[in-house]
């Protein structure tokens, strides 16, 4: 069983600076590709990033030049480096890993509230 331990998240002005982290309690070095969601009242779930074992990443167009994804697999931790926020950032942010092996787990979701 994969559990995923997410922080990093909280209030933050327009323009400011979040990053979050995802901790696993497994090796990540053979799981297929981590990322991140994101759900926001009234609105259908969102991939915000991607990146996998081999270090390719995905972002939503939205997010594309302020977020940056990364990986650590020596701390089994993903990390979501998210700049110039907006208010339409505002939304609970969900870890997730997937492998092949044991298929999607997710984190239990870390808010993101950014105030105009």
């Known amino acids: 069983q994969v559990q995923l331990v997410e922080s990093g998240g909280g209030l933050v002005q327009a323009g400011g600076s979040l990053r979050l982290s995802c901790a696993a309690s497994v090796s990540i070095f053979s799981i297929n590709a981590m990322g991140w969601y994101r759900q926001a009242p009234g609105k259908q779930r969102e991939l915000v990033a991607s990146i996998t074992r081999g270090g390719s990443t995905n972002y939503a167009d939205s997010v594309k030049g302020r977020f940056t994804i990364s990986r650590d697999n020596a701390r089994n931790t993903v990390y979501l480096q998210m700049n110039s926020l907006k208010p339409d950032d505002t939304a609970v942010y969900l870890c997730?890993?997937?492998?092949?092996?044991?298929?999607?787990?997710w984190g239990q979701g870390t808010q993101v509230t950014v105030s105009s």
């Open positions: 997730y890993v997937y492998s092949m092996a044991a298929g999607t787990h």
